[in-house]
């Protein structure tokens, strides 16, 4: 669940409010309070950026993703979801 207010003044990325448990997210080893800042070769600057991804994301595909994390970059893995709410 992306933090709508953003991740603070001068950054971009989405800020991860929560991650649900047993999610494509959490199965990568996302984390709440991770900054998503690239997902399926593309850099997640905003909301906006996040939901194009997954719009064009289909069930079982395969995506790098990176996070940023105590302000080091983290990359993994994701499996996109069947639902709506992938991440």
Do not use: C, H, Q
């Amino acid at each position: 669940m992306p933090d709508y207010a953003g991740p603070g003044e001068g950054k971009t990325g989405v800020l991860l409010a929560s991650v649900r448990p047993d999610s494509p997210a959490e199965k990568a080893g996302m984390r709440r309070g991770d900054i998503l800042v690239e997902l399926d070769g593309r850099e997640i600057r905003d909301v906006n950026d996040f939901v194009y991804v997954l719009r064009r994301a289909r069930p079982g595909e395969r995506a790098r993703a990176a996070v940023l994390r105590d302000g080091e970059r983290v990359e993994m893995e994701v499996v996109f979801g069947e639902s709506r709410r992938r991440m």
